[in-house]
């Protein structure tokens, strides 16, 4: 029974904990099968943008990524699946001697559609993701199609609550500014004639 009640409790304080947390701009590290850096920014309430700068491990390219991505709560806020897409563009780093491989000259910077779909987790000021992220180059680059896939760990620069804090704080000085505040203005004195 003292087991059972423990597990309860501990349970609803993680779940009360995790749900209390959200981020509106996260950044950090992807590691996978191209590492490199990766910056979510919430851009609505259940939609993201991600910008991931990469290098691979499997190809001589670097390739910067732009995804916007649908965000589905599981259980809490805090834990979520998500799906997506966006464009990527790559640039070729391979020197054009380096036996058994095309010629610099003969490759083009790769440029395409990439998919996006994982899920992830958010702990206190951190983000953890684990994603499959398919990528599909309708020019240039080594191959046709990769496939991608990595955990990020990223820190939560602005969370949702110091947001929309500020977000209220900026109405009320706009209302404040307008005159919206207790301002009655002439109407209240009807025995005067208006002109």
């Known amino acids: 029974m003292f087991r059972k009640l423990c597990s309860l409790t501990l349970f609803l304080f993680v779940a009360m904990a995790l749900q209390a947390q959200s981020y509106m701009t996260a950044v950090g590290l992807r590691m996978g099968t191209d590492w490199g850096l990766t910056a979510k920014q919430r851009l609505a309430k259940s939609t993201t943008g991600e910008l991931i700068f990469q290098s691979s491990l499997q190809r001589e390219e670097l390739m910067l990524t732009a995804l916007v991505e649908q965000h589905y709560p599981l259980v809490f806020r805090g834990l979520n699946i998500y799906i997506g897409g966006g464009l990527h563009k790559g640039w070729i780093n391979s020197p054009a001697n ?82 919206k505040g207790i301002h009655l203005g002439d109407d209240w004195m009807f025995w005067k004639k208006k002109s």
Do not use: H
């Open 98 to 179: 380096a036996p058994n491989e095309m010629p610099q000259t003969m490759l083009k910077d790769p440029f395409g559609l990439s998919f996006i779909g994982g899920a992830e987790l958010t702990l206190g000021k951190f983000n953890i993701s684990y994603d499959f992220k398919p990528a599909f180059n309708i020019a240039g680059g080594e191959k046709r199609f990769y496939y991608q896939t990595g955990i990020s760990v990223r820190y939560i620069l602005v969370t949702n609550k110091v947001y929309k804090k500020k977000q209220r704080e900026k109405r009320r000085e706009q209302r404040r500014k307008d005159g």
